[in-house]
């Protein structure tokens, strides 16, 4: 297994911040996820900002899920009245994947004991993996670094491509056939 | 970061179990759940002792809710039938924070591998946190203190209170702006 | 604590693959489970292959549910489209228990970061735990082992057989009074 992606993944990168969204602040997460990505050979097709609003992020989440095998946001995971992007990515996705969730929040608890506040969800729509990283830059750069190495392997079961049978006891995650 | 309290977090602390409430064992969890948020600097202004009745549970965590920022519960979070305190704080949670629920049992496995049994959730009710402890007093006592550190930051997120945005780059759980 | 079961549990291992369905494929995950859960003290008193079927998994978990206080599936969890064994797994159980998922995949990360992706859960059904493997052989017994400790618990408080009173601080996990 290798972190580098093929050349046909396409990314789209969600900035959910109602300061950055009113020019209060700037947006150093979205660009900072934007340039991990790229480094990994994802092509980001696709960047916005968006205020902390449940209807307009699960908006863009169904929108962008039709152009985009991987949707990254980054923002609006924790407690306060406003954090909703959990919320919109449960309400669009159809399954979660709990330990994409776990594994970025156990890199965090390595960086800061406040990891264990992210209420960060991942998640597949179609064949479009979502997944939700904290708000501050190094927090969302640690936790995509700590699942980017099992990305590729994730979009390629959503896309159907799955593992030839000879590799099957490779196949630790437990997914399965070829899909018919 | 610090894991002292301000001076104006209040706390409920709720013994669930049918033994102790019938008089049949002593309430050791609660007195120790209480000593060791106070000695954090926490009033605790309500404790009880209550049966393993979901009705009964679901409506002391709603009542102290009006008057409690923090409710932490001890018991009631195993496998057996009359186990009901995690289904009644979903119940009455509008939000849960799995985070601190994996940190909790993340801790517990350090001290026995029974705590993999634990169904304990924490979630969010208007802007109190609740807390569910196991039931056995070592148990509820290493399973707070995992997540006391974080605790006030996490009701000052509920409270509206967050941080200045100079500071965002330390909002390493990805919590968001002030509440409009 | 320990981990030898006590003679009386029985186990059905439900193994879940459209390929071993069709006998393209050896079911080497069945076995190696069956054999694991022997060795431990469990009687393995029914075994099947299944198809990648939402329905049937539901339906045969129900089925077995009957008679098997522990039913074990191996495979179906991962991201496939036909991956579902989670799905029904949730359809059927009134509990899911997140803290033996959580351990199952701490311990596949042990072994491969692709551990992350497996969606497995557990949960129970009246007095039957059922616990959802990773579909390779090497995951699924990796899985298995890290929770045969505490399984025989698990298993004899769903089944009301509570500790004594007196051992109350061993029971680190909350859970709770005898049945009543």
């Not at 919109?88 to 990891?115: F, K």
């Amino acid at each position: 297994m290798t972190s580098s992606f093929s050349s046909d993944v396409r990314a789209a990168v969600l900035t959910i911040s109602d300061r950055c969204s009113r020019g209060d602040q700037d947006d150093l997460s979205g660009p900072a996820v934007r340039q991990l990505l790229e480094t990994a050979g994802v092509s980001v097709v696709a960047a916005e900002i968006l205020p902390d609003e449940l209807d307009l992020i699960a908006a863009a989440l169904r929108r962008h899920s039709a152009t985009a095998g991987l949707i990254v946001t980054t923002g609006g995971t924790g407690l306060a009245a406003r954090d909703v992007t959990p919320e919109a990515t449960r309400q669009v996705c159809e399954r979660l994947v709990d330990g994409l969730a776990e594994r970025m929040r156990a890199e965090g608890l390595l960086h800061t004991p406040l990891a264990a506040l992210s209420r960060a969800v991942c998640g597949t729509l179609g064949a479009t993996l979502i997944v939700n990283l904290p708000g501050s830059p190094s927090g969302a750069k640690s936790s995509l670094a700590a699942i980017l190495p099992v990305l590729q392997h994730a979009l390629d079961l959503l896309a159907g491509r799955t593992e030839h049978p000879a590799a099957s006891d490779r196949n630790q995650h437990g997914s399965g056939p070829q899909v018919e």
